[in-house]
């Protein structure tokens, strides 16, 4: 396990190349004003109690800080107490990323302070390995070896590796949802593959996997086969349902439909003979590409619209909530910004926790926000994530920072 006090803690130094920089958030909205002195000595009056209440007022970044003014505050941030888990709710963070080879590493913006910090992310190896975060913790599975499973603190350094995941060496697609329970901190994960039956290329075999930190064991509570519809690498799991993206292939399927539908399972029901296109709700128009996401048990898709003609081709960005089994636009993303990424591709990452959500172009370091309950779009403050040739790729997902749980 990493400790949040080791050395690998990358808000304070940040480390690039050689040399060793000190913590400086890197921002278009910093200020100088900072000049080392502490005005106020708050252990001559404050009891550990309450300046850990203080304390739990702050940001994250703000609380990681005032570990380092002395000896005695670095022992109250860093100790494992309840009093974290009763912080001011912090929106939640998004890690960006270059696609690449190489060991991931990248930036952390924080919405709160709009601030960038450079960032290592614990335990992922590739960029393209698959995520899912809730409640502070993210789950992550291994893109080469989909057996292979993680769950980690980013903000701790916590991690930990779980039992191999079955069915991972022979999926076709598999695609990851996560979730965690607030007040207990148990969490699930669940891992739906799709594999092409052979000899029927119409047919693709439905299997759902589903891990529980409490008894540390998988389970595999649902296979089915899917008649002219396959699996993907979008699902999400919101108010104990399991929500997966299936898309067409085309066959025994009208081709005046939409590529995309969705396919829900109930977790705590968890049936094992249901035909899951029966009950299937399709998208609200046709989509280039949808993520979905669980914004405090509301279900959302973010979606690229496709022209009328031509549905493979994006033309727009909408987001919508179901409700009821039903589709209800939120908004549209306005043209000013979806101009504003340049070149957008057909596909995007998108994610979003709370009430805030992301929007990336992988063809861009560039990242939209939107507030939905205010319905307010929002650039980010310009990413310290450089393009440094045309067909570099970017990337990235969204996590709570949270101090009180662990893996």
Not at 93 to 120: H, I, N, Q
Not at 295 to 305: H, P, Q
Request: aromatic share 12%; proline share 5%; hydrophobic share 40%.
């Amino acid at each position: 396990m990493l400790a949040m006090g080791s050395e690998e803690w990358e808000l304070y130094p940040s480390y690039i190349g050689s040399q060793v920089m000190e913590y400086r958030p890197i921002s278009e909205d910093s200020d100088d004003d900072w000049n080392g002195e502490v005005a106020v000595s708050l252990d001559a009056v404050l009891p550990d109690d309450l300046l850990e209440k203080v304390l739990s007022f702050l940001p994250v970044a703000s609380i990681i800080r005032s570990g380092s003014v002395c000896k005695r505050w670095h022992e109250i941030v860093h100790a494992q107490r309840q009093t974290w888990s009763k912080m001011v709710p912090q929106k939640p963070w998004y890690f960006m990323f270059t696609c690449s080879e190489e060991a991931v590493s990248g930036f952390a913006y924080d919405p709160s302070l709009r601030k960038w910090y450079g960032f290592d992310f614990p335990c992922i190896e590739k960029s393209n390995w698959s995520t899912s975060s809730s409640a502070g913790l993210v789950c992550l599975m291994d893109s080469e070896n989909r057996c292979r499973i993680m769950v980690c603190n980013p903000i701790t350094k916590d991690w930990k590796r779980l039992l191999d995941a079955p069915g991972g060496k022979t999926a076709d697609y598999s695609a990851l949802a996560f979730s965690v329970d607030r007040n207990s901190h148990k969490y699930t994960v669940a891992i739906a593959r799709s594999n092409q039956v052979p000899t029927e290329y119409y047919q693709w075999e439905f299997t759902i996997h589903l891990y529980e930190s409490v008894t540390g064991n998988w389970v595999t509570p649902f296979t089915g086969v899917l008649l002219g519809w396959r699996g993907g690498n979008e699902c999400v799991i919101c108010d104990g349902v399991l929500y997966y993206l299936v898309y067409s292939t085309g066959v025994l399927v009208n081709n005046n439909e939409h590529r995309h539908c969705l396919v829900m399972y109930d977790l705590a029901g968890r049936p094992n003979h249901t035909s899951l296109m029966s009950m299937a709700i399709p998208v609200p128009c046709a989509l280039t590409c949808g993520r979905l996401m669980n914004l405090s048990e509301r279900l959302v898709l973010v979606g690229g619209i496709g022209k009328q003609d031509r549905p493979g081709i994006i033309k727009g960005i909408g987001i919508w909530e179901l409700h009821n089994k039903e589709w209800r636009e939120v908004a549209r993303m306005p043209h000013k910004f979806f101009q504003g990424f340049g070149e957008f591709d057909d596909v995007f990452a998108s994610c979003g926790a709370d009430d805030l959500i992301y929007i990336q172009s992988y063809g861009s370091p560039a990242l939209l926000t939107f507030e939905i309950n205010q319905k307010l779009w929002k650039w980010s403050v310009k990413s310290p994530v450089s393009k440094r040739f045309p067909l570099q790729l970017f990337t990235g997902f969204s996590f709570e920072p949270r101090l009180d749980i662990a893996s």
